[in-house]
């Protein structure tokens, strides 16, 4: 247990370990990162894997994750706010999943510009398929048996059952 266990912390960088809750049947690739503030938490349930130089950062926010998930290689997670990830969602390399943005209304204020956020939750339910290089931004619900097209930037809610796709997402397919 103590060889896994060094194993485990070799691969995952974790600060503020009083926030971050993980099971113990988790995957870990290379240069896995989990941050969280004293604000923020992170938890993440049974099952569920990490790929290589991932990061999830709970920067005052709350990220949950369910059971039997997968964040492959190059995956970003920023919670200012709220980011629930239900049970069995897989999710390709290079996504993105920011639940917030500057706020435009400083942008003549440089410095006032990177410190004002507009925040939102982001909700991602059940049995979901997100592929590779997809941004999925604040505000957003997606709902359960959900397949989300490489590429694509999900800007509003999905509903149950369907395939969305590209620039900014729409739907693409019912799924029966």
Known sequence: M??????LLFLLKVWNKQNVRIHKSIRVGKN???????EGSINISENFGFG?????NAVGGNIE???ACYINTFCKIISM??????????IGSYVSII??????KYLKY????????V???????DNVWIADKVSILKNVKIGNNVVIAANSVVLKDIPDNCIYGGIPSKLLKKID
């Open 2 to 7: 103590r060889k896994i266990l060094r194993k």
């Open 32 to 38: 896995v990162e989990l941050f969280s503030t004293k």
């Open 52 to 56: 290589s130089y991932s990061i999830i």
């Open 65 to 67: 994750i369910g059971k």
């Open 81 to 90: 706010k709220r980011i629930k990830i239900g049970n069995n969602v897989s």
């Open 99 to 104: 639940d917030h943005d500057h706020d435009i």
């Open 110 to 117: 440089s410095t006032e510009f990177c410190k004002n956020y």
């Open 119 to 125: 925040k939102n939750s982001i909700a991602i339910g």
